[in-house]
């Protein structure tokens, strides 16, 4: 099983929909999470961190689900910018320090 | 503001061939790391330093050596190139431990092994 795993799409959504993804992560000791943006051929970019209590930044909602191990992003009224590629990124308490990042989930806005 | 710069952006190399990529940050980070991504595979830590003088070995460091001898510049070695290290780079710094701190990252660097 993948530490970090994600449906990779594409989800093609029009214009002004409202999607979601989710991610589960394998190590329960997990504390910090995180969605990160790649459009294509450029380097990822920090979207939102994701707290306990869940946050919201304008059109972006991430939750977290520790019990089941999962978070999620949703994104309200979609842009036509939006379309790119999201990263689940987790940290994962070993002497890595390392953050491990999912494959992502490519998202494709239609006009 | 320069952020994170990586040199060069396209490279490709001959089987056994060695190169380097460089990696320099000017926003005075202490922890560097490089990655590599590959298609369908996300993101993979091959090494990471947490300070000038320290390094430490991520998740695929077998065929690349790093070096950190300044805050500035972190270093990928590939000691013999090979078809499997075909891959984009990228790296990335960040002004603490990565558990709590966002990471930059460069545009990354292109390398094609044949």
């Known amino acids: 099983r993948k530490e970090v795993e994600q449906d990779p799409g594409p989800f093609n959504v029009p214009e002004g929909a409202t999607v979601a993804f989710n991610c589960t992560y394998s190590?329960?000791?997990?504390?910090?999470f995180f969605w990160y943006r790649q459009d294509c051929r450029k380097e990822p970019k920090l979207l939102m961190s994701?707290?306990?209590s869940g946050n919201e930044d304008g059109r972006f909602t991430a939750q977290l689900n520790r019990a089941s191990q999962y978070i999620s992003l949703l994104i309200r009224d979609s842009k036509l910018s939006d379309s790119a590629t999201y990263l689940c990124?987790?940290?994962?308490?070993?002497?890595?320090?390392?953050?491990?990042f999912g494959s992502g989930t490519r998202l494709q806005v239609q006009p | 503001n320069a952020g994170v710069t990586q040199t060069p952006k396209f490279q490709v190399l001959k089987t056994g061939q060695s190169m380097t990529l460089q990696c320099a940050q000017d926003?005075?980070?202490?922890?560097m790391s490089w990655y590599r991504q590959d298609p369908g595979m996300g993101l993979r830590l091959i090494h990471y330093?947490?300070?000038?003088?320290?390094?430490d070995q991520g998740e695929v460091p077998n065929g690349y050596n790093v070096s950190r001898s300044t805050t500035e510049d972190f270093p990928l070695r590939l000691l013999s190139a090979a078809p499997s290290q075909t891959s984009v780079y990228f790296c990335?710094?960040?002004?603490?431990?990565?558990?709590?701190?966002?990471?930059?990252f460069g545009e990354g660097s292109r390398l094609t092994v044949l």
């Open positions: 990335a710094s960040s002004y603490r431990t990565q558990a709590t701190g966002e990471l930059f």
């Open positions: 190590n329960s000791a997990s504390q910090s």
């Open positions: 994701v707290y306990s």
């Open positions: 990124v987790v940290n994962f308490p070993t002497g890595r320090r390392a953050l491990t």
């Open positions: 926003m005075n980070h202490e922890y």
């Open positions: 330093s947490v300070g000038a003088g320290i390094t």
